[in-house]
């Protein structure tokens, strides 16, 4: 299957821990998306990468969200002294550079003790 | 800001029958995009059908159809021949570009429940 594959993805943890997310996009899309999606909403822009550059982040991203994507393949979501708050469905997509699909992975569920 | 509104919380459909989701939009740009998905229990955004502002003809594939309405702001996409797998949450989505690199970031409405029964 060459999709897009997200690890893990289940996390349980409690208030307070560090968490990190992993998204493996299609092995040619240079653009990588976050979204988040909370119960009964749709899902919401957190940030965009082309290639290794990080180009936007939205204002949900707080100062203890950090996205990298080191080498312009994979990409990790870093959750840092989680709140309940931070309960969700985080998706990843990707895209290739002159296209407008995004294509999502199947998403990491988080739950915040 | 682009705005996406789904006015319908869930539907119900009998098989083999067409089942129509309505999707409005607001947005101050010229050019824009148009996206359904399909989300199963499973969670995974599965899509469906793309339709550009510019585009005359309205998008398909397969069984899906989208009914664009540019004057009317409305992007209702249409499954034909229900079937039981089509039970699931639909999204609508508008691409809007990104402050750098390009980029297109989706907005989404908050999603149609769809149930296909015997």
């Known amino acids: 299957d060459t999709g897009v594959s997200q690890n893990p993805r289940h996390k349980i943890t409690k208030r307070g821990q560090n968490v990190t997310f992993r998204c493996d996009p299609i092995s040619e899309h240079n653009r990588l998306y976050w979204y988040r999606q909370t119960l009964g909403q749709g899902p919401e822009f957190l940030t965009y990468?082309?290639?290794?550059?990080?180009?936007?982040k939205s204002r949900l991203l707080s100062d203890r969200f950090s996205a990298e994507r080191p080498k312009g393949s994979f990409s990790t979501l870093e959750i840092q002294r989680t709140e309940q708050g931070d309960s969700a469905m985080y998706l990843c997509?990707?895209?290739?550079?002159?296209?407008?699909?995004?294509?999502f992975g199947p998403g990491t569920r988080l739950l915040v003790l | 800001a682009q705005k996406i509104t789904q006015t319908q919380p869930g539907m119900f459909v009998q098989e083999k029958e067409a089942v129509t989701l309505d999707c409005t939009y607001d947005t101050s740009d010229q050019s824009y995009g148009l996206f359904w998905y399909k989300q199963p229990s499973s969670g995974e955004m599965i899509f469906l059908i793309y339709q550009g502002s510019y585009d005359e003809q309205n998008a398909t594939e397969g069984r899906y159809s989208l009914n664009f309405q540019k004057a009317r702001k409305s992007a209702n996409l249409v499954i034909s021949a229900s079937q039981l797998g089509d039970s699931a949450m639909y999204f609508c989505a508008m691409r809007e570009t990104t402050k750098g690199g390009g980029g297109n970031k989706l907005t989404f409405g908050t999603g149609t429940q769809l149930k296909v029964e015997l």
């Open positions: 997509a990707s895209s290739f550079s002159g296209q407008e699909t995004q294509y």
């Open positions: 990468f082309q290639n290794e550059a990080q180009l936007e």
